[in-house]
C-alpha cells in the first residue's frame, strides 16, 4: 500500500496543495528544514506531482505547522515530530495497530559508512555557498545533517574544518568583503558543536576534564569540537572556551582533580610551555594522595619544543583515543570513551 493510501490522501485532485517553497515562506523555515523533517523524521506531503514536485495538503500543513510550534518552545525534535505524527494518527503514541490514515513514526536516516569524497565536496560546496549568501537557516540545516549522516567527528573533519578554510581564504584574497560570511560560518558550526556536546554525561565519581585556551587565544572551535565529541560520549567535562588565564587554570585543576586537561593553542604566539608546566606541576587532594593531571597540548600552536610526558594528538580522533588511555591509566571507567 503506497504511502499515500496509508494517509488516507489517494483522492486528492493532482495539482492540489502547496509545494515546498510556498510552504516553507508561509511557516518561516527553509525549503531545506522541510526537506530535512521528512527525511529525518517523515513529516512529508502524502504525494508527490509527476516529476517528484511535492505538494502539501492542508493535512500535511498542520502536521508541520505543530511540528513547527514544539520545537520554537524547545521541545527537541525527535519528540516534537512524534507529537506532531499524531494529528494525523492519535494510534501513533498509543501504539495501537494503525487505521488507514497511520503514518510512519519518526525515523532516523542511516548513516552512511563509507561515503564518498565527493558527497563531502558536495556538502563542502553547498554549506559554502549557503555561508556566502548569508543563508543561516540553510547552514544550519546542512550542518545539522551532517552531524546526522556522519557522525560529530566525521562531520567536523570533512565538512566544517574545510568549509571554514575555504571561506577563510577567500576573506584572505578579498579583504574584508567576506568578514562577515566567516563570522556568521563560524557562529554556526559552534552552535552545532554546542547543540552536540548537551548529551547527558555519566553520573560515575570520575573527576571532570579540564578544556581551556592559553592566554590569548580566541581561537576556540576546535576545543569546541572536542567537547562536543567527549559529550557525545559521555565523558565528564569542563569546558571554559578561549583566553583562560593561567590562574583560573590552575584553580579550577585543584578543584576539580580532572586526569587530563587539554590546553588549545592555534598560534605559536600564544603557546607556552612554561605555562603547560606549571599546569602539569598543579596538585589536589590531601597529603600523602595528592594527584595531578596529564597535559594534553592540542593544536597547532605547540609545534616545536614541548613539554615532556604531555600528549600531544594531530587530529580529533587522536585526541579522544589518548584521553580514553589517559583516563583508563589513571584508574577511571572507561565504558564511555
Same mark, same amino acid.
Given at each position: 500500500?503506497?504511502?499515500?493510501?496509508?494517509?488516507?490522501?489517494?483522492?486528492?485532485?493532482?495539482?492540489?496543495?502547496?509545494?515546498?517553497?510556498?510552504?516553507?515562506?508561509?511557516?518561516?523555515?527553509?525549503?531545506?528544514?522541510?526537506?530535512?523533517?521528512?527525511?529525518?523524521?517523515?513529516?512529508?506531503?502524502?504525494?508527490?506531482?509527476?516529476?517528484?514536485?511535492?505538494?502539501?495538503?492542508?493535512?500535511?500543513?498542520?502536521?508541520?505547522?505543530?511540528?513547527?510550534?514544539?520545537?520554537?518552545?524547545?521541545?527537541?525534535?525527535?519528540?516534537?515530530?512524534?507529537?506532531?505524527?499524531?494529528?494525523?494518527?492519535?494510534?501513533?503514541?498509543?501504539?495501537?495497530?494503525?487505521?488507514?490514515?497511520?503514518?510512519?513514526?519518526?525515523?532516523?536516516?542511516?548513516?552512511?559508512?563509507?561515503?564518498?569524497?565527493?558527497?563531502?565536496?558536495?556538502?563542502?560546496?553547498?554549506? +559554502?555557498? /549557503?555561508?556566502?549568501? !548569508?543563508?543561516? *537557516?540553510?547552514?544550519?540545516?546542512?550542518?545539522?545533517?551532517? =552531524? &546526522?549522516?556522519? @557522525?560529530?567527528?566525521?562531520?567536523?573533519?570533512?565538512?566544517?574544518?574545510?568549509?571554514?578554510?575555504?571561506?577563510?581564504?577567500?576573506?584572505?584574497?578579498?579583504?574584508?568583503?567576506?568578514?562577515?560570511?566567516?563570522?556568521?560560518?563560524?557562529?554556526?558550526?559552534?552552535?552545532?558543536?554546542?547543540?552536540?556536546?548537551?548529551?547527558?554525561?555519566?553520573?560515575?565519581?570520575?573527576?571532570?576534564?579540564?578544556l581551556a585556551c592559553v592566554p590569548g587565544e580566541q581561537h576556540s572551535l576546535p576545543l569546541e569540537a572536542l +567537547?562536543? /565529541?567527549?559529550?557525545? !560520549?559521555?565523558? *565528564?567535562?569542563?569546558?571554559?572556551?578561549?583566553?583562560?588565564? =593561567? &590562574?583560573?587554570? @590552575?584553580?579550577?585543576?585543584?578543584?576539580?582533580?580532572?586526569?587530563?586537561?587539554?590546553?588549545?593553542?592555534?598560534?605559536?604566539?600564544?603557546?607556552?610551555?612554561?605555562?603547560?608546566?606549571?599546569?602539569?606541576?598543579?596538585?589536589?587532594?590531601?597529603?600523602?594522595?595528592?594527584?595531578?593531571?596529564?597535559?594534553?597540548?592540542?593544536?597547532?600552536?605547540?609545534?616545536?619544543?614541548?613539554?615532556?610526558?604531555?600528549?600531544?594528538?594531530?587530529?580529533?580522533?587522536?585526541?579522544?583515543?589518548?584521553?580514553?588511555?589517559?583516563?583508563?591509566?589513571?584508574?577511571?571507567?572507561?565504558?564511555?570513551?
Open positions: 500500500m503506497s504511502e499515500g493510501k496509508r494517509r488516507g490522501q489517494s483522492s486528492e485532485p493532482a495539482g492540489t496543495g502547496v509545494t515546498t517553497g510556498t510552504l516553507a515562506r508561509r511557516l518561516g523555515v527553509s525549503p531545506t528544514t522541510l526537506r530535512t523533517w521528512d527525511r529525518r523524521y517523515g513529516l512529508g506531503p502524502a504525494r508527490r506531482d509527476p516529476g517528484h514536485h511535492r505538494r502539501w495538503s492542508e493535512r500535511d500543513v498542520a502536521m508541520v505547522e505543530e511540528m513547527g510550534r514544539l520545537t520554537s518552545s524547545g521541545v527537541p525534535p525527535a519528540e516534537a515530530a512524534h507529537q506532531a505524527l499524531k494529528l494525523l494518527d492519535p494510534d501513533v503514541e498509543s501504539g495501537a495497530a494503525p487505521g488507514p490514515a497511520a503514518v510512519p513514526r519518526p525515523r532516523r536516516r542511516a548513516r552512511q559508512t563509507a561515503p564518498s569524497p565527493d558527497t563531502f565536496v558536495r556538502r563542502q560546496r553547498g554549506l +559554502s555557498r /549557503a555561508a556566502v549568501r !548569508l543563508d543561516a *537557516p540553510t547552514m544550519q540545516d546542512l550542518l545539522d545533517d551532517a =552531524v &546526522e549522516s556522519h @557522525s560529530l567527528v566525521t562531520a567536523w573533519q570533512e565538512v566544517m574544518v574545510p568549509t571554514l578554510h575555504a571561506v577563510g581564504r577567500k576573506w584572505e584574497e578579498a579583504g574584508d568583503r567576506y568578514v562577515e560570511v566567516e563570522h556568521l560560518l563560524s557562529w554556526h558550526v559552534s552552535r552545532t558543536l554546542h547543540r552536540c556536546s548537551m548529551a547527558p554525561t555519566v553520573t560515575a565519581a570520575s573527576a571532570p576534564l579540564v +567537547s562536543a /565529541a567527549l559529550g557525545e !560520549l559521555g565523558v *565528564p567535562q569542563r569546558m571554559f572556551g578561549a583566553a583562560v588565564p =593561567v &590562574e583560573a587554570v @590552575s584553580s579550577a585543576v585543584r578543584r576539580t582533580g580532572p586526569a587530563v586537561v587539554v590546553l588549545w593553542a592555534q598560534a605559536r604566539s600564544t603557546a607556552s610551555v612554561p605555562l603547560a608546566r606549571h599546569i602539569a606541576e598543579t596538585r589536589w587532594g590531601v597529603r600523602g594522595a595528592r594527584g595531578r593531571p596529564t597535559v594534553m597540548l592540542a593544536g597547532p600552536g605547540w609545534a616545536g619544543p614541548t613539554l615532556r610526558g604531555a600528549l600531544r594528538p594531530t587530529s580529533l580522533p587522536e585526541a579522544l583515543t589518548q584521553i580514553g588511555r589517559a583516563r583508563g591509566a589513571a584508574g577511571v571507567d572507561r565504558g564511555t570513551a
